[in-house]
T-cell receptor
Framework: GDSVTQMEGPVTLSEEAFLTINCTYTATGYPSLFWYVQYPGEGLQLLLK?????DKGSNKGFEATYRKETTSFHLEKGSVQVSDSAVYFC?????????????FGPGTRLSVLP | SQTIHQWPATLVQPVGSPLSLECTVEGTSNPNLYWYRQAAGRGLQLLFY??????ISSEVPQNLSASRPQDRQFILSSKKLLLSDSGFYLCAWSVQGLAGTDTQYFGPGTRLTVL
């Protein structure tokens, strides 16, 4: 079945450092890809998404490019802030699996130190 | 715009007591609805999903059940809570878009502690 793998962390960075969180996926179809962010004690928020190969999703300085050839959707940010400390989830949606089409990765905890 | 509500926000219950968590969605029709559980420091576990009123699919056999009495209402229940039911419960909704894509949107969650 479909699956998502991401580095589990925790990832600890200093403020203004460059961030990369790796995400790779396995799917037999053509899924949409997502990054969600979860701040402490809150639900998940959609950060960005891409629906087809070579699409780039971006939001709040974060970017990720849908790479079909490497089945990857790595999250990047050029300069992280303390407020970016959160857990980040990579996910895919394969609409062939109607109703249970979302698959989430295990999440990566990011801590940004001042 | 669409909004999703969950209540209560936090709950402390003794082992063996019943449970009822509620989720409601506003601003959309016929959404797919989902219940997830997140144990402390862990990822998401899909518990139930529903594609319509009265249609419930269970992903994990356990002492929990779900119901969808109205189009935009999703309820998670238990007759007798176990210690292992403690966790953060998240409700989510999605609607398949015109382009065939599907995005899930999450509620604020309910923190359940079973003592």
């Amino acid at each position: 079945g479909d699956s998502v793998t991401q580095m589990e962390g925790p990832v600890t960075l200093s403020e203004e450092a460059f961030l990369t969180i790796n995400c790779t996926y396995t799917a037999t179809g053509y899924p949409s890809l997502f990054w969600y962010v979860q701040y402490p004690g809150e639900g998940l928020q959609l950060l960005l998404k891409a629906t087809k190969a070579d699409d780039k999703g971006s939001n709040k300085g974060f970017e990720a490019t849908y790479r079909k050839e490497t089945t990857s959707f790595h999250l990047e940010k050029g300069s992280v802030q303390v407020s970016d400390s959160a857990v980040y989830f990579c996910a895919l949606s394969d609409l062939r699996n109607y109703g249970q089409n979302f698959v989430f990765g295990p999440g990566t905890r990011l801590s940004v130190l001042p | 715009s669409q909004t999703i509500h969950q209540w209560p926000a936090t709950l402390v219950q003794p082992v063996g007591s019943p449970l009822s968590l509620e989720c409601t969605v506003e601003g959309t029709s016929n959404p797919n609805l989902y219940w997830y559980r997140q144990a402390a420091g862990r990822g998401l576990q899909l518990l139930f999903y529903s594609v319509g009123i009265g249609q419930i699919s269970s992903e994990v056999p356990q002492n929990l059940s779900a119901s969808r009495p109205q189009d935009r209402q999703f309820i998670l229940s238990s007759k007798k809570l176990l210690l292992s039911d403690s966790g953060f419960y998240l409700c989510a909704w999605s609607v398949q878009g015109l382009a065939g894509t599907d995005t899930q949107y999450f509620g604020p969650g309910t923190r359940l502690t079973v003592l």
